[in-house]
């Protein structure tokens, strides 16, 4: 069993159901077969029963547990346009006793090869896995650097990773207490929330995956080259990304509600492809919405870089 976990609110309910049903195609072969955590608010709680039917279609083998649960860090620190269900990752060590290993995927992710490999990555006394992020760039560094609380991570510069996909090692987590500073830190004002929480307390206790497993849409393929040129990924990570990615991340604009954004037609070709996806999202409406042209997006990557304003 593949046994992994989403983390949602009542926002999210459509895209965790895209998420799980491109999970179960690609990872149910053989003798393989997913074991899904959601982990989600009260008010998201509806969407249990197409989500199983969803599940159950594509293998009656593969299991769905829901766990709805009032959100302990829904005080937490909000930021971007993400909600606090974010930090619910934080609380699966607790939510999930017996299980010693999970993986953790947001669900606005695409899955389009098997996980297996990526389920087998040893971690040993690690406390997780996962993939180098575009933050590692000396410019985004640079960017981040006055942040009051940024000294925590000095040490990690170059290895700090995106949460998006993580491979948790509970039993570690739970030997480790490391929950105790997790709601410490979940009171402060954190920009990149509890992404930046695991990067602050998880340094040294990281295994490090190839970028194929969290393939960032909104980087354009210089960007990742710029991420081979500074020595955070191989050119063969790179192409590899590029070429044949497991995971594509919609970490950016999303094609749900911009249907020209980047790779976004891999997700709709995806989701009209399956009769059980159909109808969820608004594609007419998306179509209408093209978004910032290059220019706009270009002034306002400026802005961002020159702004002073970090919290």
Not at 51 to 75: G, K, W
Not at 110 to 118: G, N, R, Y
Not at 166 to 193: C, F
Not at 251 to 262: F, H
Request: proline share 4%; with cysteine; net charge negative.
């Amino acid at each position: 069993m593949i046994k992994t976990a989403f983390c949602f609110d009542e926002n999210l309910t459509a895209l965790v159901q895209a998420t799980a049903a491109s999970l179960v195609d690609q990872c149910v072969k053989d003798s393989v077969h997913c074991e899904i955590h959601c982990v989600c608010t009260s008010a998201a709680a509806s969407v249990e029963e197409p989500l199983r039917r969803i599940v159950e279609a594509r293998d009656p083998a593969s299991l769905l547990y829901m766990h709805c649960i009032d959100n302990p860090y829904a005080d937490s620190y909000e930021v971007r346009d993400i909600s606090v269900a974010t930090y619910l990752r934080l609380a699966l060590h607790k939510l999930l006793p017996e299980i010693d290993k999970i993986l953790y995927m947001d669900v606005d992710v695409l899955v389009l090869d098997s996980l297996l490999p990526l389920w087998e990555t040893p971690l040993t006394d690690h406390v997780l896995a996962a993939v180098r992020g575009t933050v590692n760039l000396s410019d985004k560094w640079e960017w981040n650097s006055d942040r009051p609380y940024w000294h925590l991570l000095a040490a990690q510069k170059g290895n700090y990773i995106n949460a998006g996909i993580t491979l948790l090692n509970l039993s570690e987590i739970r030997r480790r207490g490391l929950d105790v500073q997790w709601n410490e830190l979940a009171k402060e004002k954190l920009y990149y929330q509890d992404q930046d929480i695991l990067n602050i307390t998880c340094q040294g206790a990281m295994v490090y995956l190839p970028p194929k497993y969290n393939r960032l849409t909104y980087m354009e393929d210089l960007e990742y080259h710029r991420l081979v040129e500074e020595g955070i990924y191989t050119q063969e990570e790179y192409e590899e990304a590029l070429e044949k990615p497991a995971i594509l991340h919609y970490a950016g604009d999303k094609p749900w509600n911009r249907y020209n954004a980047n790779l976004g037609e891999v997700w709709w070709d995806y989701v009209n492809s399956q009769p059980d996806l159909q109808g969820l999202f608004d594609e007419n409406k998306a179509r209408r919405n093209h978004g910032p042209t290059l220019a706009d997006r270009a002034v306002r990557k400026v802005k961002k870089i020159l702004s002073k304003e970090k919290l």
